[in-house]
T-cell receptor
């Protein structure tokens, strides 16, 4: 059973647009929420992460919004570029534990 | 910056054979995690080690075993391989001195194909 639910499954956005991916979790023991970017045949690359005591974190064009009461968090990719076309995974963990991933979102940025 | 190293990058084995996957974590990282990723799926946790001791175990078949050595590298041993074991296997490493951020950095993976 997927402990982290991710949507949408796929997303097409025009160059310069905003990509938004949403995740929801149930286990309130989770205290670390990263996002990973993965290109075909490559390892997941850590993009940005947040802890539940913060409601928003921005790094460059990537922003995480976190809603602790709703147990939801989202990734916003601003000014999307063709090079951003990849699969994005949200994840959750507690302390130094295993990452539990969402099912992934395939993002395609059209020129 | 140094990254996680995995070897081999590709491995082709026949059913019932054995395979050994190796992982060299980022220098000064003390924790290693193994994940399995099937086609079109998210990575699934197999097992982890902290300071050479097993720290957690996921849905790892009994046919698989792993250990972390004194130099912190880790090996995943897979026996009696089945067709369903064909997947990408990733190793990730982290440091518990990262003030609880649990930043796990993934290697490039080993693509295992069982024929």
């Amino acid at each position: 059973q997927q402990q982290v639910k991710q949507s949408p499954q796929s997303l097409i956005v025009q160059k310069g647009g905003i990509s938004i991916i949403n995740c929801a979790y149930e286990n309130t023991a989770f205290d670390y929420f990263p996002w990973y970017q993965q290109f075909p045949g490559k390892g997941p690359a850590l993009l940005i992460a947040i802890r539940p005591d913060v409601s928003e974190k921005k790094e460059g064009r990537f922003t995480i919004s976190f809603n602790k009461s709703a147990k939801q968090f989202s990734l916003h990719i601003m000014d999307s570029q063709p090079g951003d076309s990849a699969t994005y995974f949200c994840a959750a963990s507690y302390s130094w534990g295993k990452l539990q991933f969402g099912a992934g979102t395939q993002v395609v940025v059209t020129p | 910056a140094a990254g996680v190293i995995q070897s081999p990058r590709h491995l082709i084995k026949e059913k019932r054979e054995t395979a050994t996957l190796k992982c060299y974590p980022i220098p000064r990282h003390d924790t290693v995690y193994w994940y399995q990723q099937g086609p079109g799926q998210d990575p699934q946790f197999l097992i982890s080690f902290y300071e050479k001791m097993q720290s957690d175990k996921g849905s790892i078949p009994d046919r698989f075993s792993a250990q972390q050595f004194s130099d912190y590298h880790s090996e995943l041993n897979m026996s009696s391989l089945e067709l369903g074991d064909s997947a990408l296997y990733f190793c990730a490493s982290s440091s518990r001195f990262d003030r609880g951020r649990n930043e796990q950095y993934f290697g490039p993976g080993t693509r295992l194909t069982v024929t």
